[in-house]
């Protein structure tokens, strides 16, 4: 079936402005993650969604940064104010659900590359 | 929330040498996954291990975790340039907050020579 699919695959933007990211999760996981990734680093963990539970943003770095999740599928990332340190690649996850390591298998999106100049 | 370490950040071999790369926590963990991203890519799953000791093998990879379930490692025999890549280890949140979520390792990269 249909994997994670994320748009756009590449973002430009002028610093300042806002972006919107969007994530379509595989069909069923009811667990949707969204990751970034600068140029050659590890992936740094923003926002975990869970069915409809209240999300984690613990790992969001600033108020500038928000996520939601409409219908318990879709993901929409936001950043507004855009800053050039923003620049990187955004990921987003999906399991089956966050409930047990063996259904934490998480599958990765292709990514959004997000160059703010 | 849990932290785990990944050692060594990069690692050149020549094609055909073996590769090792270590993950360590100070505390034990419930389970350990790995995952494997190439130049470009995003990261995929290779394998989970939840047990103690416990030794998996797919192909030229050896992945093991260790007796007291604080360490594990990724082990790939005889590396080809298809090899190349960043391995990640990632630690599952059993409580707390946190729960469900999966905590990375920095990576591994791994460049191989033709």
């Known amino acids: 079936g249909a994997g994670v699919s994320q748009s756009p695959s590449n973002k430009v933007t002028e610093k300042g402005k806002d972006v919107e990211l969007r994530c379509d999760p595989i069909s069923g996981h009811t667990a949707l993650y969204w990751y970034r990734q600068s140029l050659g680093q590890g992936l740094e963990f923003l926002i975990y969604f869970q069915g409809n539970s209240a999300p984690d943003k613990s790992g969001l770095p600033s108020d500038r940064f928000s996520a939601e999740r409409t219908g318990g599928s879709v993901s929409t990332l936001t950043i507004q104010r855009t800053q050039q340190e923003d620049s990187a690649v955004y990921l987003c996850?999906?399991?089956?659900?966050?409930?047990?390591?063996?259904?934490?298998?998480?599958?990765f999106g292709p990514g959004t590359r997000l160059t703010v100049l | 929330g849990q932290q785990v370490m990944q050692i060594p950040q990069y690692q050149h071999v020549q094609e055909g040498e073996d590769f090792t790369t270590y993950c360590n926590s100070s505390t034990t963990l419930s389970n350990i996954q790995w995952y494997k991203q190439r130049p470009g890519g995003h990261p995929v799953f290779l394998i989970q291990l939840v047990k103690s000791g416990e030794v998996k093998k797919q192909k030229r990879l050896t992945f093991q975790f260790g007796e007291a379930k604080k360490n594990s490692s990724l082990h790939i025999t005889a590396t080809q340039t298809t090899d190349v890549g960043t391995y990640f280890c990632a630690i599952f949140n059993a409580g707390g907050t946190s729960y469900g979520k999966l905590t990375f390792g920095q990576g591994t990269i791994l460049t191989v020579h033709p």
């Open positions: 996850a999906s399991s089956l659900r966050a409930g047990g390591p063996k259904l934490n298998t998480q599958y």
